[in-house]
């Protein structure tokens, strides 16, 4: 029974995110090459960077992307090397090309429209409050002095 | 026949659901008291029976009843009690039920506590609350029975998914459901004002307890979520902008937006129609969430039921409530009359900006979310959106929102003098100014990050206090601090749920900057250093647990020649699942976190190992803590309690003109 459950420990045993054959000796060039990791997607998981991932086919991208780093490629040709193997699928940060910049001008562009919609309605109420007037009128001022005095 | 009863009660309910959902509206619209009256005694029937029904079907997981297909499939008889009661909700049918009993344990309450609600609303709220669970039950009862029984019984069950056999996970359902749910009530309030066509100071009075409850139910929902990815996961990662997590950010941004803007509402009588639009908009993105999650359209780590036939049904669903109450909305909008004015610097103004950058924080995650879909639908480029996407759109809106809360939250009412608000603030910024130089100096050659980080998180915290301290009037310290103690509390909520956030920002901030991080071989009885702490690995053996197998390494943790802790992080593997865990081993610290992991032995001898060092990472739940805890407090707020409507106590401490 025991050696059973060891056989099924090793075969089902995960294969962990960055192995430590991976990692190379030049700590800038290692930096480097987590940093990119991190902006590829796997591209069997569900949504995971193939740094973090415990697939396979991440940690052939991680060796791919650090031969071509010793290589002494920069990190936009790695990247440009990957994608185009696996398409642009594997970017995490999606480029601005195409149509993609409606993604990218989203943020900034509702921002403004909601600014300037927010803007208008702070202006009108501002206005409608400077058409009331800031003193009380006489009948007012009355009425006052009786709740007052009462 | 426990099952059988349990089925039974489930379609009772239904029916009961369609009663709820015709009656009472037809008495709101013809004044029929005794029909208005239906909604309330319905209200609280669906939800006995749908309590009924929910018991049922904990009894059969709890007896481990293979006889149903669902405890089959997802428990095993050798399961911890607590994770097989856990498991009722761990799969697709069982937290359908789960949600459709919160559904109705909202409207329930309304009926229990909205006695001093006009009848006319009422009626209109719990029938519109009912649609929404005549649409789900419907979609449980058709699509998703959880109720079905296997003709031949199997002699064990085929366990729940280990990933889910964890205490952090087991309560994260119910708390977001609590959340998602709750702003269900939001979105009735919301179509009954609609059809009434007249909002005012009750009915935000109304609204803003039940936003605020989903709001500190979905934060706690969240948080657990996020700190169960922390420690399970393996590499210490709090937050991955995946699909399903996305699903119930937006409610949740969107949520904080709708209990500003209540306020408003409430206080102020303007920015009604925005207030509705934002209640339909809260309740239209959890549906939103639920499409997500479950139809599997957005390939994501938690998709748990991918199935078409009840994606298109979930749709459908969201399609005829946001769709009908968005239409109900363009045609009655215009009626509601804003009575209160402002001038462009006062309390009001602030609150427009605060709901401005959540509401386009909450739509930057939303495109973000669903560009790939739209991307190969209408392109078919198939492309992802990831964290490096959204860290980059989504972060300065978060910035923007710390920078003006704490003069926001300052200004007065009406008209105020922003001047005056930041120079009260003058010994707040410095402080938060000093703090950040220090730490720009303090580390040594590394991003703005950290900096930034304390910058705002002094700023927000401080900024907080100095506003509670504010409202004390003045006069000698001790009857300030006797007065602080004695004010509002909501105003008590304000501060901590504010200085919460200003934590949160902090602990993310400074974990994303300082996390140090060792990734090597250690052959056993090997010490090695990471930043300033000795590691050993004293041994690794093999343990049996009651359900799965694990690797457990021993390793110590010294600092300074002395030994701090001992750390057992495991690797498990659960048989009947066939599948691998990782189970980290995290020394919790209030500085810090030591965080350890194992992994596969090497050939050359040796395990590989990784630790972290994660610099001030329970500040992060923390301060999510201290959100959901200022909700607390602030519902626990008399004035939340009294009658809608009624004329508010003296000594209320809105700020003077």
């Known amino acids: 029974m025991r050696a059973l459950l060891l056989i099924l420990a090793l075969i089902a045993s995960p294969v962990f995110a960055v192995q430590p054959d991976e990692v190379l000796d030049d700590p800038a060039l290692e930096a480097r090459a987590r940093e990119i990791s991190k902006g590829l997607r796997c591209p069997v998981c569900q949504n995971e960077s193939i740094d973090e991932s415990n697939a396979p086919i991440s940690r052939d991208l991680r060796i791919l992307l650090r031969e071509r780093l010793v290589e002494g490629d920069s990190d936009e040709e790695v990247v440009d090397f990957i994608v185009a193997r696996y398409g642009e699928f594997v970017l995490l940060k999606p480029d601005a090309g195409g149509a993609n910049i409606i993604l990218w001008l989203a943020a900034p562009g509702m921002l403004l429209i909601a600014l300037g919609v927010g803007w208008g309605t702070i202006r009108r109420r501002a206005q409608a409050r400077a058409e009331e007037p800031d003193s009380l009128s006489d009948a007012e001022k009355k009425r006052l002095q009786e709740i007052l005095r009462s | 026949m426990i099952t059988e009863l349990g089925h039974f009660a489930l379609i009772l309910a239904f029916v009961v659901a369609i009663v709820q959902m015709i009656i009472p509206m037809i008495g709101a619209q013809k004044g029929w008291r005794s029909w208005m009256a239906v909604g309330d005694t319905a209200a609280v029937a669906q939800f006995g029976l749908l309590s009924v029904s929910f018991a049922a079907l904990t009894y059969a997981f709890v007896v481990s009843d293979f006889s149903l297909n669902l405890v089959f499939q997802n428990s095993h008889s050798s399961k911890p009690m607590l994770y097989k009661v856990t498991g009722v909700w761990g799969n697709h049918e069982g937290s359908m039920l789960l949600w459709i009993l919160t559904l109705a344990l909202f409207g329930a309450s309304a009926a229990w506590f909205g006695g001093n609600l006009p009848d006319r609303l009422r009626a209109r709220v719990l029938s519109v609350q009912a649609a929404i669970g005549v649409a789900f ?19 064990d069950g085929q366990d729940l998914n280990p990933l889910l056999q964890d205490p952090g996970l087991a309560f994260h359902p119910p708390f977001l459901y609590l959340g998602y749910v709750g702003l269900s009530m939001a979105f009735s309030f919301a179509v009954a004002a609609l059809i009434e066509g007249r909002v005012d100071a009750a009915w935000a009075r109304w609204v803003r307890p039940w936003t605020l409850a989903a709001w500190l139910f979905l934060t706690i929902g969240i948080a657990l979520g996020s700190w169960w990815a922390y420690y399970e996961l393996g590499w210490g990662g709090f937050w991955f902008w995946d699909p399903v997590e996305n699903a119930s950010f937006m409610p949740w941004l969107l949520a904080a937006a709708l209990l500003h803007s209540a306020i408003v509402v409430e206080k102020r009588e303007t920015l009604k129609s925005w207030t509705i639009l934002l209640a339909i908009l809260a309740f239209g993105f959890s549906l939103l969430g639920t499409f997500i999650v479950r139809s599997g359209v957005l390939t994501s780590v938690h998709a748990f039921a991918n199935d078409p036939e009840r994606g298109v049904f979930i749709l459908m669903i969201l399609v005829v409530f946001l769709g009908g109450a968005l239409v109900l909305y363009s045609l009655r909008a215009g009626a509601m009359e804003s009575k209160g004015v402002f001038s462009t610097v006062s309390r009001e103004s602030a609150l427009v900006l605060n709901n401005i950058l959540l509401a386009v924080s909450a739509f930057v995650v939303f495109i973000g979310t669903i560009w790939p879909l739209v991307a190969e639908m209408l392109m078919g480029r198939v492309l992802s959106v990831g964290p ?82 504010s409202r004390s009037g003045r006069g000698m310290v001790a009857d300030r601090l006797r007065r602080v103690a004695r004010l509002p509390r909501a105003d008590w909520g304000k501060f901590i749920a504010h200085a919460g956030l200003g934590v949160t920002i902090f602990g993310i901030a400074a974990l994303t900057a300082w996390q140090v991080e060792d990734i090597r071989v250690a052959k056993e009885g090997e010490r090695f250093d990471v930043a300033g702490w000795e590691i050993e690995l004293r041994g690794v053996e093999r343990v049996q647990g009651p359900n799965y197998v694990s690797t457990q390494a021993e390793m110590v943790v010294w600092r300074g020649g002395r030994e701090v802790t001992v750390l057992r992080p495991e690797k498990r593997v659960y048989p009947v699942a066939g599948m691998p865990t990782t189970e980290a081993a995290i020394r919790n610290g209030f500085l810090r976190d030591i965080y350890l992991v194992i992994g596969d032995p090497q050939t050359g001898g040796g395990w590989a190992v990784r630790t972290y060092i994660k610099p001030f990472a329970n500040w992060i739940w923390g301060g999510a803590i201290l959100m959901a805890l200022g909700g607390f407090v602030s519902l626990s707020d008399r004035r939340l309690r009294v009658a809608a409507g009624a004329p508010k106590r003296p000594g209320n401490a809105v700020p003077a003109e």
């Open chain 2, 388 to 469: 490096p996407f959204f860290d980059a759109a989504f972060t300065p809106f978060f910035v923007g929102l710390a920078v003006i809360l704490p003069p926001g939250a300052m200004l007065a009412w009406k008209r105020g003098n922003l001047g005056r608000a930041v120079s009260q603030l003058r010994y707040v910024l410095l402080l938060a100014l000093a703090a950040g130089a220090l730490t720009w100096a303090m580390q040594t050659g590394k991003s703005a990050l950290g900096p930034v980080g304390v910058m705002l998180g002094v700023w927000v915290v401080l900024g907080a206090a100095f506003d509670l301290w």
């Open chain 2, 137 to 155: 039950l419907a979609f449980l009862l058709f699509t998703s029975n959880p109720f079905l029984r296997l003709a031949v019984p199997p002699l």
